[in-house]
């Protein structure tokens, strides 16, 4: 199917988003390491995952595995960097959401179980760390055991970080696409009053524009007459 085509403004208001995104959640789905030997949570370790064979994802970006109730093995070593598109991940709250399909899954952090899950548990936000620290590490271990009568998957791996006491870009994002999502449907003449917020560029320099452009932003769109559609 050819995707629609975007109105300019449709399409400034989601490379916003996108930005925001970008600032606060990095996809990790494709350099997940996998082993099908059904091994022993304790033998997953740092040193010993360099053996492992690097995932191969299917048309539909999905870490397939075979009907039978097959077990996979996922695992990755996760380094918390100082930023992400400069915006800083210090005091963070660091989360790993999945999607699988599996008739049971077993998610471990550092040797620790963290979270189950099967056909109807499917999607975890996993916590990592409460508030992060640039160079902090997680060896994170995916235990699939796929369905008997259909091929398993992880369909989606995404870091996300949050804000513990405040907003973020991520909330940000989701605030805008909810907004661009009813102004499409309902009130299309004010999209162009939302492009241009949340393009706006201000005087500030970049680290500033960067840590505090998006509160900006935010504080635009609430003095704006769209939040009082």
């Known amino acids: 199917m050819t995707p629609p085509v975007l109105s300019s403004q449709t399409k400034l208001i989601v490379e916003a988003i996108e930005r925001l995104r970008s600032c ?11 082993s099908e030997a059904d091994l022993a949570v304790a033998d997953i370790t740092a040193s010993n ?24 093995w996922l695992a990755q070593k996760l ?6 598109q400069g ?6 709250c660091l989360r790993l959401a999945l999607i699988w399909w599996a008739d049971s899954a077993k998610v471990y952090v550092n040797g620790e179980l963290a979270v189950e899950g099967d056909l109807f548990d499917s999607s975890p936000r996993v916590l990592l760390g409460r508030e992060v620290m640039p160079g902090e590490e997680f060896i994170v271990a995916v235990r699939l055991t796929s369905p008997a009568h259909c091929d ?3 369909m989606r791996s995404l870091l996300v970080y949050e804000s513990n006491n405040g907003l973020d870009p991520g909330f940000v994002a ?3 696409a909810v907004l661009l999502c009813y102004l499409e449907r309902f009130a299309p003449d004010k999209l162009d009053v939302l492009a241009k917020i949340t393009n706006r560029r201000g005087a500030e320099d970049a680290e500033e524009e960067l840590e505090g452009g998006f509160l900006a932003m935010r504080q635009n769109l609430v003095e704006s007459k769209i939040y009082n559609l």
């Open 174 to 176: 989701d605030e805008l």
């Open 87 to 92: 915006y800083p991940l210090a005091g963070l």
């Open 49 to 72: 995952l360099s053996v492992w064979t690097p995932v191969n994802l299917n048309e539909k970006g999905h870490v397939a595995s075979s009907e039978g109730r097959k077990v996979l």
């Open 24 to 34: 606060c959640q990095v996809n990790v789905q494709s350099t997940w390491l996998c």
């Open 152 to 154: 398993g998957a992880l």
């Open 79 to 84: 380094i918390v960097p100082e930023n992400l």
